[in-house]
């Protein structure tokens, strides 16, 4: 049987097209395996710690029903996570996106992604507490025993009237009496500068004379209005030898009232003001021993900026509203048209 004559050229296009195969198919290949490589050190990395020699703490919170992209979003604009795809994708692939919990949080730039998405479902780690003007340690160390179940008696025995500032603290659920009142104490002094206090010196006082003062103001003001004016009037009495007469240190002298449940007696009668006390300003002259409370930033700056008047005596009526005399039969007249 006669065979075929072979076609060369078209064993040559065959033999070149296999070949061509051969070497596009490796190339895939390389640049597949290049991917896999790359997107296997992009994922490393992304999860890496930001600094794993970077442990100092930052409060990250996260606001309730926020997604994990704005999660993910912020946490790699505070710097501490590498990258925001790979936390996000992470999170997916942990299976916890519906787990992540709304709270303030301590993280640290030393926790790679899977520690800190691991941190996030556990819950916050600090708590919020607000600190309201004019409380006394007491009241104080009665918010921390309700919020961080810490015995009052603990704070009580580290507290310092007058210094533990009123504001709002990420306090650590699991601080000791001592960490809190420093806390507190340190944002005293970061409130009360030096310059505050160089101006306080202008008027003859201390520090600590200031702040007794202030917390005096801080509990016998009923609101901004009249604060400046109280102080003006206190300052006056104070340097003048007159008593301040002020019900607020008698109300500290006499502590906690069970009929009323409150640390501040609401009527004061004439026994009251016979009460042996060096805090009853009705008996002794001058200022108390020590702060009756925690005053405000307010109320501080009320007795280093004072407002100068003629008058030296004030009240409030029922309602919370003050009225100032100039004369002794001035505030008697007071007394019967507001209190009588």
Partial sequence: MRQKPVNSDALFYQKFNMKSLKIRLSVLTLVILLFLVLGFIWWQQGKASVNPFNKTPQIFVVGKGEGVRAIASRLKKDNLIKDQVVFFLLIKKMGIDQNLQAGDFRLNQAMDAQTIAQTLTKGMVDIWI????????????????????????????????????????????????????QILKDNFRQKVTEDLQKEAIKNGLTLKETIILASIVEKEASGENDRNLIAGIL?????????????????????????EKTWWKKNLTDLDKKFKSPYNTYLNIGLPPEPICNPGLASIRAVIYPEKSDFWYYLHDPTGGVHFAKTIEEHEANIDKYLR
């Fill in 130 to 181: 607000t600190i309201l003007e004019g409380w006394r340690s007491e009241e104080i160390a009665l918010k921390m025993a309700s919020d961080l179940q810490l015995p009052e008696s603990q704070f009580l025995k580290y507290s310092q009237e007058g210094y533990m500032f009123p504001d709002t603290y990420l306090i650590p659920k699991e601080a000791t009496a001592a960490a809190i009142v």
């Fill in 235 to 259: 300052l006056r009495r104070l340097k003048s030898g007159w008593p301040l007469q002020t019900d607020a240190t008698l109300q500290y002298a006499l502590g906690y009232q069970p009929e």
